[in-house]
């Protein structure tokens, strides 16, 4: 199934540094049209890329664009990441007595690289 652009004009609103050293971005639209509410509606939690241009795209880049392949694991974060996200929520709920979490982050990670070393055949 070929799945087509959304192009939109809009906004740059906000930009929030998170905790993860992620960025949560927000744009604002003009009144879309049925077809583009519906498409917006349609890619609600779907992992994607994002262009931003003052100028309209041209048919190159357009081109460019539609080739992109959607991959989460190119677009979502690393196993990595989403490991260091969920420690650190982890943290703010039970510190186990570390004052910061770059500590308890080292001391959980050598936990499990520990973990996983005594699986490690002799």
Same mark, same amino acid.
Do not use: W
């Given at each position: 199934?070929?799945?087509?652009?959304?192009?939109?004009?809009?906004?740059?609103?906000?930009?929030?540094?998170?905790?993860?050293?992620?960025? $949560?971005?927000? &744009? !604002?639209?003009?009144?879309?049209? %049925?077809? =583009?509410? *519906?498409?917006?509606?349609?890619?609600? @939690?779907?992992?994607?890329?994002?262009?931003?241009?003052?100028?309209?795209?041209?048919?190159?880049?357009?081109?460019?664009?539609?080739?992109? $392949?959607?991959? &989460? !694991?190119?677009?979502?974060?690393? %196993?990595? =990441?989403? *490991?260091?996200?969920?420690?650190?929520? @982890?943290?703010?709920?039970?510190?186990?007595?570390?004052?910061?979490?770059?500590?308890?982050?080292?001391?959980?990670?050598?936990?499990?690289?520990?973990?996983?070393?005594?699986?490690?055949?002799?």
């Amino acid at each position: 199934m070929e799945k087509s652009l959304l192009l939109i004009p809009a906004i740059l609103e906000s930009i929030r540094s998170l905790k993860d050293r992620t960025f $949560k971005i927000s &744009f !604002e639209t003009s009144e879309p049209t %049925p077809d =583009q509410a *519906l498409a917006i509606h349609n890619c609600l @939690l779907k992992a994607g890329y994002l262009a931003f241009r003052e100028e309209p795209f041209r048919s190159e880049e357009l081109k460019q664009l539609n080739e992109l $392949k959607s991959d &989460f !694991e190119l677009v979502g974060k690393s %196993p990595g =990441q989403r *490991l260091r996200g969920v420690l650190y929520k @982890l943290f703010e709920q039970h510190p186990e007595g570390f004052k910061s979490f770059q500590k308890y982050y080292e001391y959980k990670m050598e936990k499990v690289i520990e973990h996983y070393k005594g699986r490690i055949d002799a």
